[in-house]
Nanobody
């Protein structure tokens, strides 16, 4: 059974930081490209970052320079370090290993 479980969300003031984690099981993590996405109220789900098995990372322009994706293959876990948070970063954050998704973790950034 595949499970992706996000954690680390919460409330933070603008300019602050959060580190999200996504623990996985049931997938061959070391062979999987991992993604972080988010969905704000009333908006479509938005790609944020990807980490490939070859070590390449990609970011959406909206988070480039502020968010960092990383992975620990020994722990089957992918992370999203979020710095310089803005109120517009408020959303539910999801990790994904296509075609699987986690349940999401909410992030609220207050001004």
């Amino acid at each position: 059974q595949v499970q992706l479980v996000e954690s680390g969300g919460g409330e933070v003031q603008a300019g602050g930081s959060l580190r999200l984690s996504c623990a996985t099981s049931g997938i061959i993590f070391s062979l999987s490209t991992m993604y972080w996405l988010r969905q704000a109220p009333g908006k479509q789900r938005e790609f944020l970052a990807a980490s490939t098995t070859g070590g390449t990372t990609n970011y959406a322009d909206s988070v480039k320079g502020r968010f960092t994706i990383s992975r620990d293959n020994a722990k089957n876990t992918v992370y999203l370090q979020m710095d310089s948070l803005k109120p517009e970063d408020t959303a539910v954050y999801y990790c994904s290993s296509v075609p699987y998704w986690g349940q999401g973790t909410p992030v609220t950034v207050s001004s």
